[in-house]
């Protein structure tokens, strides 16, 4: 199984919006309605902050969004704060009842 | 609250075996997936192994399948895996995770992690 496709970076002023995409196939993130979106800090565990797609857990803040069209997923922060500059994984189940990470993007906030 | 605290993070050689343990509180153990994820020095995620709240289902990436074996003791509300054959690309920090509502939807708690280092 092929880690899912992410850019290794993006970037974005305070205030701006920024979209991060997630590539993979009919066999992951194409065939099923369980991607999920991990934010981790340098040094630190990772939290969760997107699953099924688009549903925000208790205590997410609504500036983070979450979609898919196909095979690609997406994780969009409104409104770009300096807290959110961290790095940011997506997952998805697999066809085989296991999971695959993306290959993560590191979020810089300008 | 929810916790989930790893040890038996430690110095491995090559071939060699060590065996991870996860323990939970804060949430009723036995209802729910769990799951091992890795992260080498300076990489990005792996999902290792699951296994179902009852423990009668079991799934592993295909790199650890024969070597790893995950496993819990829900009385205990105890997490494992068995890593035998180590390699020094095992070398990671490895993080107990515990399952969405469904399999499939990913992990909502983790704990800090534990070292494990694959060296002669």
């Known amino acids: 199984q092929s880690a899912l496709t992410q850019p290794a970076s993006v970037s974005g002023s305070p205030g701006q919006s920024i979209t991060i995409s997630c590539t993979g196939t009919?066999?992951?993130?194409?065939?099923?309605?369980?991607v999920s979106w991990y934010q981790q800090h340098p040094g630190k565990a990772p939290k969760l902050m997107i699953f099924?797609?688009?549903n925000r857990p208790s205590g997410v803040p609504d500036r983070f969004s979450g979609s898919k069209s196909g095979n690609t997923a997406s994780l969009t922060i409104s409104g770009l704060q300096a807290e959110d500059e961290a790095d940011y994984y997506c997952?998805?189940?697999?066809?085989?009842?296991?999971?695959?990470f993306g290959t993560g993007t590191k979020v810089t906030v300008l | 609250e929810v916790q989930l605290l790893e040890s038996g993070g430690d110095l491995g050689q090559p071939g060699g075996s060590l065996r991870l343990s996860c323990a939970a509180s804060?949430?009723?153990?036995?209802?729910?997936?769990m799951s091992w994820v890795r992260q080498a020095p300076g990489r990005g995620l792996e999902w290792v192994s699951g296994?179902?709240?009852?423990?009668?289902?079991?799934h592993y990436v295909d790199s650890v399948k024969g070597r790893f074996t995950i496993s819990r003791d829900n009385s205990k509300n105890m997490l494992y895996v068995q890593m035998s054959s180590l390699r020094a690309e095992d070398t990671a920090v490895y993080y107990c995770a515990k399952g969405l509502r469904s399999w499939g939807s990913g992990s909502d708690y983790w704990g800090q992690g534990t070292l494990v280092t694959v060296s002669s």
């Open positions: 296994i179902s709240g009852s423990g009668g289902s079991t």
């Open positions: 804060g949430f009723t153990f036995s209802s729910y997936a």
């Open positions: 997952s998805s189940y697999t066809i085989n009842s296991t999971y695959v």
């Open positions: 099924d797609v688009s």
């Open positions: 009919s066999s992951d993130v194409g065939g099923y309605n369980y």
